[in-house]
């Protein structure tokens, strides 16, 4: 008589997404904290205010140190988290699977890029941090978006369990609009005021990204099974 496989053992993967948006809050929070306490920068709401960018906030002093030993395990935390998205659309046989993947990694890398330069000076170091965090967000945004439509064209995906990426990919949008939008209608100064701001935000939607995704995996139930190939 056959004995029944073992299943493996099964571990919840909402944790990975749930990490992914809190440390990077957390820690650009607390560059911003420790810049504003040694006097680093002025003392504003970043958010309405965009007195500092993030960059500038955690450029300098204790917050550059934590910001750069935090954010380089993120990246790959975020890695994981976009890798493992691959793999869900994959079980369920929907397309953009790979591209999910390579932007996902590539959005990772990104952020890497950014937090590895951030405090160096140069005119080369400052490029490779303004394509860092230009790249980090345009990736993160397309991977969200092929998520999206593979998610529309799945059968077995809940709308209602999408509804809070739709909410942060139509945020993204938005903030992405008003800052092309400042670039034409603001002097130099507010715009580099509201550019600032506008920053911060997307930051916060980031944040939001990983919560929604963590929420979605949550409601599916999604799991890895040690001892098996995959989640």
């Known amino acids: 008589m056959d004995r029944p496989r073992p299943e493996g053992l099964a571990?919840?993967?909402?944790?990975?997404?749930?990490?992914?948006?809190?440390?990077?809050?957390?820690?650009?929070?607390?560059?911003?904290?420790?810049?504003l306490h040694a006097q680093l920068i002025p003392a504003c709401n970043p958010y309405l205010d965009g007195c500092v960018?993030?960059?500038?906030?955690a450029r300098?002093?204790?917050?550059?140190?934590?910001?750069r030993l935090v954010m380089l395990p993120a990246a790959a935390l975020q890695a994981a988290c976009w890798w493992t998205a691959a793999g869900r659309l994959t079980r369920r046989g929907l397309v953009h699977a790979g591209k999910v993947a390579v932007l996902g990694v590539a959005a990772a890398?990104?952020?890497?890029?950014?937090?590895?330069?951030l405090g160096s000076e140069g005119d080369?170091?400052?490029?490779?941090?303004?394509?860092?965090?230009?790249?980090?967000?345009?990736?993160s945004y397309l991977s969200l978006l092929l998520v999206l439509h593979a998610d529309a064209q799945s059968s077995i995906v809940v709308p209602a369990r999408d509804g809070a990426l739709r909410v942060v990919a139509a945020g993204f949008l938005l903030t992405g609009l008003a800052a092309v939008v400042s670039g034409y209608v603001a002097d130099a100064a507010t715009h580099d005021r509201i550019e600032n701001a506008l920053e911060w935000q997307l930051g916060l939607w980031l944040t939001a990204l990983f919560g929604a995704m963590?929420?979605?995996?949550?409601?599916?139930?999604?799991?890895?099974?040690?001892?098996?190939?995959?989640p």
């Open 109 to 117: 890398v990104f952020l890497a890029l950014y937090a590895n330069f």
């Open 60 to 67: 300098h002093g204790a917050g550059n140190d934590l910001f």
């Open 11 to 35: 571990i919840p993967a909402w944790w990975l997404p749930a990490l992914s948006a809190a440390l990077p809050f957390v820690v650009s929070h607390l560059a911003w904290a420790l810049s």
């Open 124 to 139: 080369v170091y400052r490029l490779l941090r303004r394509y860092g965090v230009t790249g980090y967000f345009a990736c």
């Open 214 to 230: 963590a929420w979605q995996w949550w409601r599916e139930g999604l799991h890895w099974r040690l001892g098996t190939r995959g």
């Open 53 to 57: 960018s993030i960059s500038r906030a």
